[in-house]
């Protein structure tokens, strides 16, 4: 069973930044993994995601240009870089893995991100 914590979650300044981190502990780490945020009373959005090599990246519209996801060299840990932030990026931010892109099969509890303005 694969489990993900993720950690790094905080309340910063608008157009400040915030590196997240997500750990995998329990299984196999050739999986694709991802980021997903929700803000109160609005529904799960996608930020960006990660193939097994880390030679592929995709990014939602709304992050695209000021995220960037990264695998770390144990392949077990991935970061979000998140850059000049806005008080719309305030949600809780929850890691994913799964065998295949879109496949999210493992989650993580979640690290709140509060920006303020």
């Known amino acids: 069973q694969v489990q993900l914590v993720e950690s790094g979650g905080e309340t910063v300044e608008a157009g400040g930044s915030l590196r997240l981190s997500c750990a995998a502990s329990?299984?196999?780490?050739?999986?694709?993994m991802a980021w997903f945020r929700q803000a109160p009373g609005k529904e799960r959005e996608f930020v960006a995601a990660?193939?097994?090599?880390?030679?592929?990246?995709e990014y939602g519209r709304p992050v695209k240009g000021r995220f960037t996801i990264s695998r770390g060299n144990a392949k077990n840990t991935i970061f979000l870089q998140m850059n000049s932030l806005k008080p719309d990026d305030t949600a809780v931010y929850y890691c994913?893995?799964?065998?295949?892109?879109?496949?999210?099969?493992?989650w993580g509890q979640g690290t709140q991100v509060t920006v303020s303005s």
């Open positions: 329990g299984g196999p780490y050739s999986y694709a």
């Open positions: 994913a893995a799964g065998e295949t892109r879109g496949d999210w099969t493992y």
């Open positions: 990660i193939g097994w090599s880390s030679t592929s990246d």
